[in-house]
Antibody, heavy 120, light 107 residues
Framework: EGQLVESGGGLVRPGGSLRLSCAAS????????MHWVRQAPGRGLVWVSR????????NYADSVKDRFTISRDNAKNTLFLQMNSLRAEDTAVYYC?????????????WGQGTLVSVSS | DIQMTQSPSSLSASVGDRVTITCRPS??????LNWYQQKPGKAPKLLIY???SLQSGVPSRFSGSGSGTDFSLTISSLQPEDFATYYC?????????FGQGTKLEIK
């Protein structure tokens, strides 16, 4: 089944940085594409970034490109999202998400989310 | 980017009703269309993947159909626990865009 637990969210000033972590358990983490998806308060879901199983290929939404970096540590079953130059519009719940085996066929496991608030 | 248009944006229905939500991508996506259910304060849950495959553990009253640029999610007989917001998502190409959501409310 698998479990994903995010941490690292909080309140940060505009221009600041945060690093989100996602601890994975109960499945072979190193076999799955992993993603970050965010949801601003009262709004819909927005895909942020993805990373392939061995950590060599990344993709980003235009809104976060050059500011956010996705990475993973397969030895520690952990996914990361380094967020720099944060803006008010980055305020959202950030979900760590697992792609089904093989990739590109649906997000079958979601963390509980961690709230990032960007405000002065 | 592929734009996903869901309709309706909101829907009122009664327990036992059959409801259909549609999703139209702005370009061809083959069968790379997924459906999620989200309840307030909770993470989304995968219902249907690759247009018509039922995710393990999801009740059979949920079904999906379509390909290319025209997709739909049908709930054959609404149950009280089905009142939630539903999202479609394309996984054909990044960015993996979502529809704006359909809020299903009790009539």
């Amino acid at each position: 089944e698998g479990q994903l637990v995010e941490s690292g969210g909080g309140l940060v000033r505009p221009g600041g940085s945060l690093r989100l972590s996602c601890a994975a358990s109960g499945f072979t983490f190193s076999s799955h594409w992993m993603h970050w998806v965010r949801q601003a308060p009262g709004r819909g879901l927005v895909w942020v970034s993805r990373l392939n199983p061995d950590g060599s290929r990344t993709n980003y939404a235009d809104s976060v490109k050059d500011r956010f970096t996705i990475s993973r540590d397969n030895a520690k079953n952990t996914l990361f999202l380094q967020m720099n130059s944060l803006r008010a519009e980055d305020t959202a719940v950030y979900y760590c998400v697992r792609d089904r085996l093989g990739g590109s066929t649906g997000f079958d496991s979601w963390g509980q989310g961690t709230l990032v608030s960007v405000s002065s | 980017d592929i734009q996903m248009t869901q309709s309706p944006s909101s829907l009122s229905a009664s327990v036992g009703d059959r409801v259909t939500i549609t999703c139209r991508p702005s370009q061809y996506i083959s069968i790379y269309l997924n459906w999620y259910q989200q309840k307030p304060g909770k993470a989304p849950k995968l219902l249907i993947y690759t247009a018509s495959s039922l995710q393990s553990g999801v009740p059979s009253r949920f079904s999906g159909s379509g390909s290319g640029t025209d997709f739909s999610l049908t709930i054959s007989s609404l149950q009280p626990e089905d009142f939630a917001t539903y999202y479609c998502q394309q996984s054909y190409s990044t960015p993996y865009t979502f529809g704006q959501g359909t809020k299903l409310e009790i009539k």
